[in-house]
Structure formats: structure tokens, C-alpha cells
């Protein structure tokens, strides 16, 4: 093993983006700090990980949504130098707001706004006393694009997007090196779609629906980060509809989504990210 000396912490590193991140950073060299839930297969991808790139890979298992769980993941790391923090955990849901269980909507508000912020406030006053570090938010565009089924999938993923913008406020106004990031992919292949019961045959590209790889998204953090690009949207496609959709008179933004979603969703699978 390499005796490095940068730090990566990634939750939700089991699959998908969050896996695609911890081998991107791996490759560059960093230690990393993985959390997930399912043990074998991130613990699979820490072995894989370790052979490849010769680092060392730490895997955390931790249900982000029990504060308990978060407050063991948070002693863990709260001595230790994180260079940067990816708040990637996330997931969706697939019903309207009055027919999601109460309990299911307060675990996504728990795993995509209070685990990010609690990591974020430990992590970050090292970065600032070091006056470096970076801290990428897995938001979504759903925290533009706002869609029936998707109430509080949008709501977390726009707070997730407003808080990471202001916190780069804040590091800039004190002068701090620390790069903040929302990353707000579209429709991405991941585990994500699957855990919501979409057959992967759905997953095709179609009009205005176009899916993208793990790889492509981190390619285009990665770059984004380089550039200082605080708001990151994957995909020339995406940047377009969402400039465009954003442009309408808000009446005609709700008829349009309605009838969008109507015509492509309202089925049992699930519609966005
Ligand atoms: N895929 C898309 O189309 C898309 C689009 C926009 C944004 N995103 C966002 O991208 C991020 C990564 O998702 P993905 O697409 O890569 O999906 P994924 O393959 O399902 O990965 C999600 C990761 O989050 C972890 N996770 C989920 N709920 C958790 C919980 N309650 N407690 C702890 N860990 C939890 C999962 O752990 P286990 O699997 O081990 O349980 C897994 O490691 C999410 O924040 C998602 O909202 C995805």
C-alpha cells in the first residue's frame, strides 16, 4: 500500500456515482473513507479498489438515516484530515406525496439534507484550518427540473444545491481554498432506478430522456472542479432543457411537466432522478 497522504470520504460508494468517484480519487492517489449499506458488495468494491490502485480503503457500513448510525460515522472521521468529502448517498421514490408513508419521506429528508450537513460541518473546519479541501453535493436535476412524484426528492436536491452555493459564498467571503461543488446529474445508469422497480430495458434514450453513464458524470465534476464551476449540470442536453424549461412563465412550466409526465411516467416505474 502507498503511504499517501490525501484523504477521500464518499457515502453511498457501494454503486453507481459514488462507486465511480471512489476509484476516480483512488486513481489520484487518495486514501479513501467509504460508507454504504450493503456490506458484501461495497466491501467487494474496497477489495477491487485496494488491488487496482494500491490505496487504502476503509468501508464504513452506516444507515444514514438513524441518527444513531450517523453520530458512529461522524466520531470516525471527526479527527481525521478529510482532503475531500463527496455527499453522495442518495435515493428516490416513486408515489405521490399524500401516498409515500410519512416515515419514508422524513428518512430521504434525513439521508439528503441533515447526513450532509452534519458531515459537511465536521469535515470542513480541518479544510479550514488546513485552507484546503473540496466538498462535492450529489444533488440531482430535479432541483431544477420540478415534477409530480418527485416532491421531496426536488425540495432535498434543491436544498442540497442552494446550501453548497452559499456555503462557497461563505469560504470565498473568509478567503478559504476550500471548493464547493453541486453536482446535479440527469438521468444516470446506477443502481438508483432499479431500487425503485424500473426494468433496466426502460432505461433507454428517447426524445428528450437521455441517460448517462457513472463515468461521464464524475468526468464532468472532475472538470467542473478544475474550472471552479460551482453548479455543476452534466450533459449539454440537460444544461438546455433545464435553461429552456426555466425560462417559461411558471404557468406554462406546471402545463408542460404535467403533460410530460403523464405522457412518459405515470406508470408504476419511476420517472426522474
Ligand atoms: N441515477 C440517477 O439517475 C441520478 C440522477 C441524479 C442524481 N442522482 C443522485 O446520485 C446519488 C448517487 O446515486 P446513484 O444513482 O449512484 O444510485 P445507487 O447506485 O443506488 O447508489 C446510491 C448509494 O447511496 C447509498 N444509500 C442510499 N440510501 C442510503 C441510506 N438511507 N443510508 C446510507 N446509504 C444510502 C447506497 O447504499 P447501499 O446501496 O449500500 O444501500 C448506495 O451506495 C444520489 O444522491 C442520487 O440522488 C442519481
Known sequence: ????EKTALITGATSGI???FARRFAALSYN???TGRRENKINMV???IRKEFNVSVEVII???SDANELEKLIKTVE?????VLVNNAGFGLNAFYDEEDIDGLLKMEAVHVKAPMKITHTVLKGMIRRNNGTIINVSSDGAFLLAPKNTIYSATKAFLKTFTECLNLEMKTKGKNVKLQALCPGLTRTDFHGKMGMDKSR????GMIKWNTPKFIVDCSLDALSKDNVVCIPGEKT???IGFLNLLPRKSYYKFMINFFKKNFNKKESKSA
Open 1 to 4: 500500500m502507498r503511504n499517501n
Open 18 to 20: 459514488g462507486k465511480e
Open 32 to 34: 479513501l473513507i467509504i
Open 46 to 48: 474496497a477489495e477491487e
Open 62 to 64: 452506516v444507515e444514514l
Open 79 to 83: 479527527n481525521k484530515d478529510i482532503d
Open 203 to 206: 432505461q433507454v434514450d428517447k
Open 239 to 241: 444544461k438546455v432543457l
